[in-house]
């Protein structure tokens, strides 16, 4: 797809992106609640927060999906709600889940997205094959999509968002439900990406994603950016070390995250599947108090180390969350889709 000359002058900007006060309402859910953002060129800058924050209604007023019921936003220089017709032709969007036909084939669908982008057949053709082996899909090009895995199904979504090389890709949770080999082949292709010139922006509930990937990471909650900077710095924001527990048994876990909260002071991250519970090391002194609470509890402990922050500490010491398991808390194994309106 052509780009104007305007535009091209744009895309050497040092900002991608940059919002200003961004606010969409549904009935009495205020659902983003005035984001203000800057994502430099040629970096992935993360969006972080839980179920219902506000992340894929961010996405979707910054790809013109939405209009925003106050404040503004411009990519590469362009106004999102002025020049839409301009804006859609500088991004690609990637949505949690593939936009494609499943009674096609790999090849169908990439083929059918490049026509309507105005590529000739010729080129739609090349375009496919090249994505296809890009996102290694070629042997299965030919195969109806319904037999795709998810983790197939996700990559060849992605491969449809790059047919027109757009420098700002949009990726809303793209590993969402995939297996640990297939997420890790992902952030591979994320990182190939920025490295040949595309900007990212990447929302995500997974902690370890953001860590790995993220240049900046911005962290929205309850429809407002919280906290903002990079993942060395948010990290160094809230301290320098962490107490790790593992419980022995399951039915210890709840009871436990409570007598570390009391004894510590602090909240705490609970994972029921690894049985371990993470907490702010606010006070060392108070150990020693807990360890003897735990054995006066009959609480059995598996092992217990001291480690330096990770963004699971940042997410909970800037939200305040605690444990109890919902959707709004993606730090104890919810992982699902946020809902557009919330």
């Given at each position: 797809?052509?780009?104007?000359?305007?535009?091209?002058?744009?895309?050497?900007?040092?900002?991608?992106?940059?919002?200003?006060?961004?606010?969409?309402?549904?009935?009495?859910?205020?659902?983003?609640?005035?984001?203000?953002?800057?994502?430099?060129?040629?970096?992935?800058?993360?969006?972080?927060?839980?179920?219902?924050?506000?992340?894929?209604?961010?996405?979707?007023?910054?790809?013109?999906?939405?209009?925003?019921?106050?404040?503004?936003?411009?990519?590469?220089?362009?106004?999102?709600?002025?020049?839409?017709?301009?804006?859609?032709?500088?991004?690609?969007?990637?949505?949690q889940?593939?936009?494609?036909?499943?009674?096609?084939?790999?090849?169908?669908?990439?083929?059918?997205f490049?026509?309507?982008?105005?590529?000739?057949?010729?080129?739609?053709?090349?375009?496919?094959?090249?994505l296809?082996?890009e996102?290694?899909?070629?042997?299965?090009?030919k195969?109806?999509?319904?037999?795709?895995?998810?983790g197939?199904?996700?990559?060849?979504?992605?491969?449809?968002?790059?047919?027109?090389?757009?420098?700002?890709?949009?990726?809303?949770?793209?590993?969402?439900?995939?297996?640990?080999?297939?997420?890790?082949?992902?952030?591979?292709?994320?990182?190939?990406?920025?490295?040949?010139?595309?900007?990212?922006?990447?929302?995500?509930?997974?902690?370890?994603?953001?860590?790995?990937?993220?240049?900046?990471?911005?962290?929205?909650?309850?429809?407002?950016?919280?906290?903002?900077?990079?993942?060395?710095?948010?990290?160094?924001?809230?301290?320098?070390?962490?107490l790790?527990?593992?419980?022995?048994?399951?039915?210890?876990?709840?009871?436990?995250?409570?007598?570390?909260?009391?004894?510590?002071?602090?909240?705490?991250?609970?994972?029921?599947?690894?049985?371990?519970?993470?907490?702010?090391?606010?006070?060392?002194?108070?150990?020693?108090?807990?360890?003897?609470?735990?054995?006066?509890?009959?609480?059995?402990?598996?092992?217990?180390?001291?480690?330096?922050?990770?963004?699971?500490?940042?997410?909970?010491?800037?939200?305040?969350?605690?444990?109890?398991?919902?959707?709004?808390?993606?730090?104890i194994?919810?992982?699902?889709?946020?809902?557009?309106?919330?």
């Amino acid at each position: 797809m052509t780009i104007t000359n305007e535009s091209d002058k744009e895309i050497n900007s040092n900002w991608a992106v940059e919002a200003r006060g961004l606010v969409k309402t549904f009935a009495d859910n205020r659902a983003v609640d005035g984001v203000d953002m800057n994502v430099r060129t040629g970096t992935i800058y993360g969006v972080l927060g839980p179920n219902g924050a506000g992340k894929t209604t961010t996405i979707r007023m910054l790809s013109t999906l939405l209009k925003p019921d106050a404040g503004s936003a411009r990519i590469f220089g362009h106004d999102i709600v002025r020049e839409p017709h301009i804006v859609r032709q500088l991004i690609g969007v990637t949505g949690q889940y593939a936009s494609v036909d499943e009674t096609l084939s790999a090849t169908e669908n990439l083929i059918i997205f490049s026509r309507l982008l105005g590529l000739s057949r010729v080129e739609a053709k090349r375009k496919a094959t090249d994505l296809l082996e890009e996102f290694g899909l070629t042997e299965a090009a030919k195969r109806p999509l319904k037999k795709f895995s998810g983790g197939m199904r996700r990559r060849l979504d992605l491969a449809a968002s790059l047919i027109a090389q757009p420098p700002l890709i949009f990726l809303d949770e793209p590993t969402t439900g995939l297996d640990p080999r297939t997420r890790s082949q992902m952030w591979d292709t994320i990182r190939r990406l920025v490295k040949s010139g595309s900007t990212i922006l990447l929302t995500t509930q997974y902690l370890d994603e953001a860590d790995q990937l993220a240049d900046r990471i911005a962290v929205i909650d309850r429809g407002r950016v919280i906290v903002e900077g990079t993942v060395d710095g948010l990290k160094a924001s809230v301290g320098t070390s962490s107490l790790q527990l593992s419980i022995q048994n399951d039915k210890d876990i709840l009871r436990a995250c409570l007598l570390v909260e009391n004894v510590l002071g602090v909240p705490t991250i609970m994972s029921p599947e690894t049985r371990k519970i993470t907490a702010p090391m606010a006070n060392a002194d108070l150990v020693t108090d807990l360890l003897l609470s735990l054995r006066e509890a009959g609480i059995g402990l598996k092992e217990i180390s001291v480690q330096r922050p990770t963004l699971d500490e940042v997410f909970l010491t800037i939200t305040g969350h605690g444990v109890e398991p919902s959707k709004s808390n993606p730090l104890i194994g919810n992982h699902h889709e946020e809902a557009i309106q919330a």
